[in-house]
DNA sequence: TCCTGTATAAGAATTATTCTTAAAAAAGAA
DNA sequence: TTCTTTTTTAAGAATAATTCTTATACAGGA
């Protein structure tokens, strides 16, 4: 992704769009560079701030339609808070979920293997780890019986 | 934790709050009780439709305010959407999390290893597991050194 | 070029969460 | 107990993120 130039980057862009019946829109072609650009996780809002001196009549609304069209498609992902509201969980043990991707839905699991993951050198050397987490992700039984 | 009767639950909410110099309220003992009653991760919202039958002068902002006080000490723990903005990621590649507890920034690292992590068992046999990602949390290098 | 469906801007609406403030409750001291 | 101080709460206003509505503009195909 980081690897390839502007143009190839651009060309997988059109087709990916294409593929999924999308317009090629500057508005999207604006949004998936600024995306694909950064290397900190933007929200919307960073991703408006900096494309709207460029572009002034860009809205907002706009920038959030298009990144979760892009979401839905499976061009960009969603990180960190999920625009969802907060959910609470009595267990402070070292735990583990999976989490279904159509109704969100939580589901503990143990694995003491899980929670004895070896911290990676880069991320041992720099910073103060306290926990880890392992997600999985996909479908739960009651999703995928509809 | 779901092993304890309620007594002993009770007795140990009592004590960590002591600990913690936090009154030992109503409004705290419901909320947790509620919490620690449930199995689905429920978000404030709900905890507040479960308890306001039977205390109707509860209000949704002490619901919420107890849940972040207990957060914060660490009785309970914020799982699902962060309640933090929604956050995007160019990189569909699978790849992991740092996560930093302070400033919420989100580093990624590669990891081939953690990527094919086997699925437990219990998962597998129920759900359609599409991914899985690992987050490491804790503080980053900046938050350090402050 | 024109046509048709798709995408957009603008701003209103909605929803989750936090803040403000005054009152109530709890803890501590006398 | 009663008085004082500190903490907590309810109520509702405020804020912030995200989505919806609607009329207009645009993209891609014929």
Redesign the interface.
């Known amino acids: 992704?980081?690897k390839q130039h502007k143009k190839e980057r651009f060309e997988e862009f059109r087709k990916i769009c294409r593929e999924h019946g999308l317009n090629v829109t500057p508005q999207r072609i604006a949004v998936?560079e600024a995306?694909?650009g950064?290397?900190?996780?933007?929200?919307?809002?960073e991703?408006f701030r900096r494309l709207v001196s460029n572009f002034p009549e860009l809205s907002i609304d706009t920038v959030y339609r298009t990144?979760n069209t892009?979401?839905h498609i499976?061009?960009?992902?969603?990180?960190?808070?999920?625009?969802?509201?907060?959910?609470?969980?009595?267990?402070?043990?070292p735990h583990h979920?999976?989490?279904?991707?159509k109704c969100?839905?939580?589901?503990d699991?143990e694995?003491p293997e899980?929670s004895r993951?070896k911290?990676?050198d880069?991320?041992q050397r720099?910073?103060?780890?306290?926990?880890?987490?392992?997600?999985?992700?996909?479908?739960?039984?009651e999703c995928?019986s509809r």
Chains 1, 2 share one sequence.
């Open positions: 992704m980081h998936y995306l694909s950064s290397k900190n996780h933007p929200s919307a809002e991703i990144l892009f979401a499976g061009l960009i992902r969603i990180v960190g808070g999920y625009g969802e509201v907060r959910r609470y969980d009595p267990d402070t043990q979920h999976f989490r279904c991707l969100s839905r939580i589901v699991f694995s899980f993951l911290v990676p880069v991320l720099k910073c103060r780890i306290t926990g880890v987490k392992v997600v999985f992700e996909g479908l739960c039984e995928l």
